[in-house]
């Protein structure tokens, strides 16, 4: 079955920069468009960028635009999201899946930013 296996979160100061990392199996990964959210206490999930299957095409909200880089290593099956210049509002628990699809989730990885 669709698994998604989240990591690389961590406690960090404002500025501060985590690499996030998401291994996932069940499906044909390189053949999938994929997408990170995130989700703050006692609220959906929501969208934090894109990666295409084909030609790495990359998107954003606008909240992480020039500070996040989502990218993919089809031959590991892995997704990854470099977040850099942290802030506390980034605080949330980061989840991956597949682009149109809204189940299946990991279990995340928590991202705190915090002085």
């Known amino acids: 079955q669709v698994e998604f296996e989240e990591s690389g979160g961590g406690l960090v100061q404002p500025g501060g920069s985590l690499r996030l990392s998401c291994v996932a199996s069940?499906?044909?990964?390189?053949?999938?468009?994929m997408r990170w959210y995130r989700q703050f206490p006692g609220q959906e999930r929501e969208f934090v960028a894109f990666i295409s299957s084909v030609n790495d095409i990359s998107s954003y909200s606008d909240d992480v635009k020039g500070r996040f880089t989502i990218s993919r290593d089809n031959a590991k099956n892995t997704l990854y999201l470099q977040m850099n210049d942290l802030r506390p509002e980034d605080t949330a628990r980061y989840y991956c899946?597949?682009?149109?699809?809204?189940?299946?989730w990991g279990q995340g990885t928590q991202v705190t930013v915090s002085a």
């Open positions: 069940g499906f044909i990964f390189r053949s999938a468009g």
């Open positions: 899946n597949i682009y149109n699809s809204h189940s299946n």
